[in-house]
């Protein structure tokens, strides 16, 4: 096997990386190691099998007083030398997954440890980030997949029989054969065998999971468990039919297809995408995970007198490809068109009201990315404006539903959906339209899809550009993309477009607007990850609310990874807030304060500097750096507070390290800052953090565009300014767009000044001593 990658949370990597220094030596077990070979999993507890000798758990000891202080009372007992028994003795952490310490595990004696542990594989524990890359490698043992099955085997989890399933699961995919302890192979027979010995031993039953999905039909279980076919939306002939559980309120809506691909049925949750499978993930959620009740269930469907004669009056269904129904936010812009009547942009009276001129409504960046709903009460019909929300792979997922006084969202969560303006492409060769109207070759234009046989390409200058009528093929063909020099990211679309007609483009220059629809979500992060690497060059433009939540979103922004960056300077904040105690909230409602002043907000900053600077400079740099901007807050905090000793009130730093990478490139100082939720801290924060990546980057990667809190956000500015654009000296102003370089075309155009320089003073030199 090769290295295993694992997950694990920050302090779970903290832990890890504090035993490795003290050379404590240990084997992961258990569910981590199952992780390891099974990444779907979530992240749990680490099972640490630690050897019980004497000066091994000393050691041990001392990683856990490192990591806790002095002042900590947690230890491994020196009784686990003499008495080592396969339970947890000790757990660490204090967050919802920690890591649990064994002296023995189930198996093995603990005087086979050595043997176990030179046999053991490597593995790499990353945390998950917000853009779900991984991240904070952390090195660790673990049982090797032979060890692992004997361990689970041996175990008295009720999780047995799925995990041996999963391991050799695995085993059959990688083409790997399975070994005993003493070095004979596993065959078939023994798996039925330990199968069988599992089922009698009251762990999970193993059962032919496969027979199991042709026998019995996904839409019987669904009938079973109450579910309801909503017959007004599901027809005959659609690729899927629709199921709710008729509750009042409950906002589930399962849409079922049959997958040819795989022979069976599936399902996805509309209103929550992340829920989809077959009939036993299904299952899982109804049966809280218990496969001892699944098949209990299964059986008891099954064996019910008529159960033949009620599959057989099951409607066939149309069979569709994997890639379609795999392709779950097709059936949820389907659904969401039939329910609430979406339709081109038409009735604009409500963005007029907020000052939004129609030649902005219509133009190339936003044209088709606005639409009207529609909904009937039986008695009047209301017409809306929404702002589509798309996911990766540009079908509708959610909207931001608007009109006077009413914001809303469609039943389920957003998830990767965002909403984005027209994407700009360029004609590869002159191409004709529908009436014979020719596209010069070289074109920069955008578009969009006006319907399943058409889209619409514009082009030109605002207030004088032109749309033609392309069939799809053809636009595929016949353009290409081609990337934008600005990524502007707001919380609204309304403010997107605001921030567009209070600063119109430069000549030439091209936008893509992303908004949010509120508070940015890792999947949503994930995918402005996306659109920012297929933009190299683009500067990221943070127009975010004056608030302190929306200052807080731009913080978080900055911790996205640019391609033009050097990575071996990246500066890494994640802001979040803790809302405010009662006692907090009774000082602040007692004191003339803002109301927002109360609360902490709790700042993890992760710096790298490159060690090729030397490593002395590295740690200089940085940890001056996070000395500066704390002192900087502290600053701020004398002015307003007169009790110096207010913890509330003081910016305090916790769990300050510093390590090197894995491939000894860079060195990474981490800490986390706590301070008040204070408007002006807040600003500080964010400014002292842009400022620095723009001076290690050598350009400014970033913009911020921030309206004042009594400016509240783009949209009341541009309300404010009646719809005019703003004058060349406002702090909002966005100028022309920078240039922005790749990392190693900087250092290369350094290294050639530096190069001239040297010429240049040599030959200075030879003139003053006569050559």
Known sequence: MQDVKNRASREQL?????????????????????????????????????????????????????????????????????????????TLGSGEVRVAVYPAISGFHPAEFKEVYQRSE?????????????????GYKQLNLNDLYHNVRESKSVHKAWNLETIERFAAKNDLTLKNPDGSEITERDKVAISSQTQRKGGRMTRDLSQIKQDLDLEIVLQHYGYQLDKKKSRPNDAWRLYETGIKGDKQRLAVAAVKDYGTKFFVDLNDPQFKGDIFKFMERMEHGNYRHIFQTIDSIMMQDGF??????????????????????????????????IA???????????????????????????????????????????????????????MDIRNLAYKAFPEGERGEALWHSNRFFKAKEAVKDEKGQEIPIGTIGTIYRQDAKNVVFLYGELGEEKRVILPIEQAKTGFYEVPVQRIVISESAIDAISLKQLNPEQADERRFYVATGGQPGGKQ?????EILNRNPQAQLVIAQDGDNAGLRFAVNYLALDHPSENPEMKIKPYLTYSSPTNQQVKKTEESTENQESVGTNRLNLELRYPLALGARKAQELNEGFIKDLVE????????YSTDLNDKEKKINEFQRETMLDENMKFMITRTIIHFPNDTK?????????????????????????????????????????????????????LNEPPVIKSYQEIQKSKQEKMKSAESQGFAQGKNKIGF
């Open 14 to 90: 903290a832990i890890l990386r504090h035993l490795n220094k003290e050379a404590v030596r240990y084997i992961a077990f258990g569910d981590f190691a199952l992780n390891g070979i099974d990444n779907t999993r979530t992240i749990g507890n680490v099972q640490l099998w630690i050897e019980p000798t004497p000066d091994n758990v000393e050691r041990c000891n001392k990683a856990i007083k490192n990591m806790y202080g002095a002042r900590s009372i947690t230890q491994l007992p020196q009784s686990v030398v003499t008495n080592p028994e396969a339970k947890r003795t000790l």
């Open 681 to 733: 801290l807040l600003t500080k924060a964010l400014n002292r953090i842009s400022d620095e990546i723009e001076k290690r980057q050598e350009q400014k990667l970033f913009q911020i565009v921030r309206p004042t809190r009594q400016q509240k956000d783009l949209n009341e500015v541009l309300k404010e300014r009646n719809g005019q654009a703003l004058p060349p000296s406002h702090n909002l102003k």
């Open 122 to 138: 490597k593995g790499r524990a990353y945390l998950p980030s917000q853009t779900g890359k991984l991240d904070g490698s952390v």
């Open 632 to 639: 900087d807050m502290n600053l701020f905090v004398k002015r």
């Open 344 to 398: 081109p942009l038409t009735d604009t009276e409500y963005l007029e009201g907020r000052n939004i001129a129609k030649q902005i409504l219509f133009s190339k960046e936003f044209e088709g990315r606005i639409k009207n709903v529609a909904f009937d009460t039986g008695v009047i019909r209301h017409v809306n404006t929404a702002f589509p929300m798309y996911a990766r792979d540009g079908n509708i997922a959610s």
């Open 308 to 341: 033949a004669e009620k599959k057989r009056l099951v409607e066939p269904m149309i069979e569709v490809s994997a890639n379609y129904f795999l392709k779950d936010t097709l059936l949820r812009e389907q659904d969401l068109y039939s329910k609430y009547q």
């Open 525 to 529: 992060i994930a995918f402005l990850q």
